[in-house]
């Protein structure tokens, strides 16, 4: 698959670079990627529609760009770091569920042969540091003895050296969710020589970050540094006692009032909502302040002016809003995700509220801003926004696809495109559709009536226009959608 296919298909931007006598004279930029796991895109207290209290965050969304319709295309926490990590959409990157044990009879990992951009950055002598959750590789016999391995799946395996794709400095693990004791490999630590921590995962994360930072005087390179924090994932309850004071009072009936996804008092998601989301809003505040810990290190040390600093997460999550627990569907809930991007250096502070950056897309639009376009590998499929966002132009054309994945059974699933104001799906049983979901998010925000029956002049717009997508991508979904 060949990186040059027509993004005029999904309305994409041609990329932007610095002009390149610009990116010889300029130092290198440091890049700080912080990621949070099923974090909502709307859970900002900067955005003022959820009631969560994220001072550190809202500071730095103030110091840099704010994106406001920033979504995942693979609402699932593997497969949307496969895309991340391999600029590859998931028939074309293996990793098309979840890594677990029922998986792994159908390859679902990261290869080793990807050409991730840690491993350009690696190339391009950055020091590289991977800190937390990684996610992408699969259990094998004789199963790690961790907790989530001791069921009927396996869900946590140790990364080897030779498959951590240019990062040296590793303290990490693949999945874990006791968040008050979490479990790391470290760097040349062989496979049975992991260690618990008696600390909050975020907080001690942010500890290790720091120390990697420290070093940072000593060495004549820049640094790629990722920090991968597991909550506000499932284990909501496992924060520290002064976060979830902050929300103790917080009134959860006045948030369920107006919203008529979210089931009524009684119902099994209605209550699971209400029962979760003060701890939700709890583990946030708690990465909130470890990630503003993490960027006041950075300026201690007067690296902040050059370092691009991200924070994301990897896809939202329902909590029983559409009767959903989960996070492995189409709505708003699930797909968006918070995107915050600061470079003092090149940056202008402001808010987009259009331009729809993708999670995977940070791989090409990165690479692109740091000054290595020229280096993105032909294979990456997702898109370099980098015109967008170093240039300040706000990009409405965008349109986003969307993805979910049988891996038993790849000819079962979801296929659709996000558009600024439609979000559009099929999904196929044994390669024949059966269903199909359009919702216009400007007049039914919430997403409670599908229109797709009313629409068949745009929906037929829409099924050509992801079947050709599809085509260039290598998808075989695209078999399954009609010629017209």
């Not at 027509?6 to 010889?24: K, R, W």
């Not at 409405?396 to 558009?419: D, F, H, S």
Request: glycine share 6%.
């Amino acid at each position: 698959m060949k990186r040059r296919i027509n993004q005029a298909l999904l309305l994409l931007p041609v990329g932007f670079t610095l002009p390149a006598q610009a990116q010889e004279k300029a130092p290198k930029p440091n890049l700080l990627f912080i990621m949070a796991d099923q974090w909502r895109g709307d859970a900002l207290g900067c955005i003022g529609k959820e009631p969560v209290q994220t001072p550190c965050l809202d500071k730095l969304a103030s110091e840099g760009v704010l994106f406001t319709n920033s979504i995942s295309c693979y609402p699932v926490s593997s497969p949307a770091r496969g895309i991340l990590m391999s600029g590859m959409y998931p028939m074309n990157n293996k990793v098309i569920g979840n890594c677990n044990s029922e998986t792994a009879p159908y390859g679902v990992e990261l290869p080793e042969t990807a050409r991730c951009w840690s491993d350009v950055l690696k190339d391009q002598n950055y020091r590289m540091g991977y800190i937390g959750k990684w996610h992408l590789d699969s259990p094998y016999k004789p199963y790690v003895d961790t907790y989530n391995n001791r069921g009927e799946v396996a869900w946590n395996e140790w990364c080897p050296p030779e498959r951590r794709h240019g990062f040296d400095h590793w303290v990490a693990y693949g999945t874990y969710d006791n968040h008050l004791r979490p479990m790391y490999w470290e760097n040349t630590a062989p496979r049975d020589s992991f260690f618990y921590v008696n600390k909050w995962g975020p907080e001690y994360e942010v500890d290790r970050a720091i120390e990697f930072l420290s070093k940072q005087k000593e060495s004549s390179s820049p640094f790629a540094l990722v920090v991968s924090m597991n909550p506000p994932h499932t284990g909501y309850d496992l924060v520290p006692d002064k976060y979830k004071a902050i929300y103790k009072n917080l009134d959860v009936e006045s948030l369920c009032k107006d919203r008529p996804d979210i089931p009524s008092k009684g119902t099994k998601m209605g209550d699971y909502f209400r029962n979760n989301i003060r701890d939700y809003y709890a583990c946030m505040s708690g990465v909130d302040e470890n990630v503003g810990r993490l960027v006041e290190e950075l300026k201690r040390l007067n690296l902040f002016d050059n370092t691009i600093v991200v924070f994301t997460s990897d896809h939202g999550i329902c909590m029983g809003a559409h009767n959903s627990a989960g996070k492995d569907i189409y709505y708003e809930e699930s797909m968006r995700v918070p995107v915050i991007i600061s470079w003092p250096q090149q940056l202008k502070p402001r808010v987009d509220n259009h331009t729809m950056i993708a999670f995977g897309d940070m791989y090409p639009t990165l690479l692109s801003m740091m000054g290595f376009s020229k280096e993105i590998p032909q294979e990456v499929q997702t898109f370099d926004l980098s015109a967008s966002i170093l240039s300040g132009k706000d990009n409405k054309k965008i349109v986003q696809p969307y993805y979910y994945v049988q891996p038993n059974n790849p000819t079962t699933g979801y296929r659709g495109l996000r558009t600024p104001r439609y979000t559009f799906a099929v999904h196929a049983t044994d390669g024949k559709i059966d269903r199909t979901v359009l919702f216009d998010r400007n007049k039914d925000i919430y997403q409670m009536n599908n229109i797709a029956a009313e629409n068949p002049k745009l929906i037929r717009s829409l099924k050509k226009q992801l079947k050709e997508w599809l085509i260039q991508t290598g998808d075989p979904f695209a078999a399954y959608l009609p010629e017209k």
